[in-house]
């Protein structure tokens, strides 16, 4: 059964960095798309990252130039580079994993950006 876990979250102040990693474990293959996703309290989860198999990234408006999605394909982890952190990035987030063998989420990870 793949599940994946996720790490690196935490309390920051704006402008600080994070990096969020999620790896997966069993056996999971043929992953064609790797993504991180955010819910804030009152709002809709939200697309932050993605990386397909093709290595084409895309990042919410939002995000870019700020935030990086990389993975690690050995160890089928993926990982999201937060810099200049700002209050609004406060959320949980979730990775996401997309593979013949279905559409798999991670628990979340809290991450909290204060002023």
């Known amino acids: 059964q793949v599940q994946l876990v996720e790490s690196g979250g935490g309390l920051v102040q704006a402008g600080g960095s994070l990096r969020l990693s999620c790896a997966a474990s069993?056996?999971?293959?043929?992953?064609?798309?790797m993504g991180w996703y955010r819910q804030a309290p009152g709002k809709q989860r939200e697309l932050v990252a993605g990386?397909?198999?093709?290595?084409?990234?895309n990042y919410a408006d939002s995000v870019k130039g700020r935030f990086t999605i990389s993975r690690d394909n050995l160890k089928n982890t993926v990982y999201l580079q937060m810099n200049s952190l700002k209050p609004e990035d406060t959320a949980v987030y979730y990775c996401?994993?997309?593979?013949?063998?279905?559409?798999?989420w991670g628990q979340g990870t809290q991450v909290t950006v204060s002023s």
């Open positions: 996401n994993m997309r593979a013949p063998q279905g559409n798999f």
């Open positions: 069993g056996s999971i293959f043929g992953v064609a798309f």
């Open positions: 990386l397909y198999r093709t290595d084409n990234t």
